[in-house]
């Protein structure tokens, strides 16, 4: 039996962008995915997934998860009709949108399958098939998710180029409120793809300006500013409403995180449902927040970045 896990992310900084060569801005949570795979007598492979989830995300993704898995089997060089196996999710993350739930069952997978089979994949042979399985959810991924899930840390990202950990003096409180709808990422990336080829002067703009926030941001973080990195999370989400990825319930959970004394909060991931991410430094604060968007509702966690 060979064991594997990867963490859940959330973006803070530049989600979309970051398929255009943005800079982006990603921590891995406190949360994982955990695969474990058996040799199985059967003629292939099968899976039993048994991670917790939004209602209705396992049956929406289920053909997504079939190709995504096909996929890691493919880029890990694995031939499952010759040697059949079985495949089991769990784990504590919430299987949702926007929290990398995806990419960190694909990278769970891969590493049970080096440790069940001793194929010794580094983190670096683990990121890249996961990005193979990525595409199946989000179409072109631009690799935060799975570096996110690999190497865990709070991470500044750029696309095709080696991930760089950010030094932070200290995890800060967050809390991600999902609003307990299912999204399409591919379909998700491919409107923001459409409009920014149909109006380039103004989207071109707002691509600078989400490139100077990941800039700022990144040095914010450091400083440990934290005051300042909620403003600029704000503006993110300012960014993210322009590019019309974000929804109802999102801005309506950004907005009582706010009013509830959140230094910033912003959708998190591909939008258009799935969650939003709120700065909730120290215990009390995280609370208060976490109780005011359960009793609107809605499910939330409490977890840590950096
Ligand atoms: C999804 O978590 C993040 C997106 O930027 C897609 C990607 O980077 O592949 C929306």
Known sequence: MGEGKGYGKVILFGEHFVVHNV??????????????????????????????ATPGYKEDKIGQQRDSIERVLRAAGFDASKTPIKITLGGDLTAASGV?????????????????????????????????????YHGTPSGVDNTAATYGGLIWFVRGKPLEQIPIKKPVEVIIGNTGRVANTEAAVAGVRERKQKDPQNYDKLFKEAEELANIAKRALVAYELRAVGKLMDTNHLLLQSIEVSSKELDFLVNLARENGAFGAKMTGGGLGGNMVALTPGKDLQDKVARAIRDAGFDVVLTQIG
């Open 100 to 136: 990398g739930a995806s990419a960190a069952s694909c990278v769970a997978i891969a590493r049970a399958l080096s440790d069940e089979f001793s194929l010794g994949f580094s983190d670096q042979r683990v990121n890249e098939i996961a990005y193979e399985g990525e595409k199946a």
């Open 23 to 52: 800079p982006s801005i990603v921590s891995a949570m406190a949360k994982a995915t955990t695969a474990i795979v058996e040799r199985f007598e059967g003629s292939s492979w099968t899976l039993d997934d048994r991670r917790p």
